[in-house]
């Protein structure tokens, strides 16, 4: 079986999220010819 691999690193201003009621989203970031890159990854928090 084969199974996709996600890694990150690095988040800042972790604390400020609630304990729970929030979804991440990440917006991977394409770097032409490279196996890797960077994403932005963004909390979205319900009302």
Known sequence: M???YCH???MAALETLPASGF???CFP???KGASA???R???LIRD
């Open 2 to 4: 084969v199974r996709g």
């Open 8 to 10: 990150m690193e690095k």
């Open 23 to 25: 979804e991440v989203v």
């Open 29 to 31: 970031v394409k770097v």
């Open 37 to 39: 890159g960077w994403c």
């Open 41 to 43: 990854p963004v909390a």
